[in-house]
């Protein structure tokens, strides 16, 4: 449990630049990506 979080931690940490850049694209991208995660 604690591996996937931390991979999951990972991943989001690694997504927020992109996420901060704004582009609705990259959004859904990140979403579609986190989807089968949660």
Do not use: H
Not at 7 to 22: D, E, M, N
């Amino acid at each position: 449990m604690l591996e996937f979080l931390s991979k999951l931690f990972g991943v989001a940490k690694s997504r927020i630049a992109i996420l901060s850049g704004g582009s609705s694209r990259n959004k859904r991208i990140f979403i579609s990506e986190i989807s089968p995660l949660t």
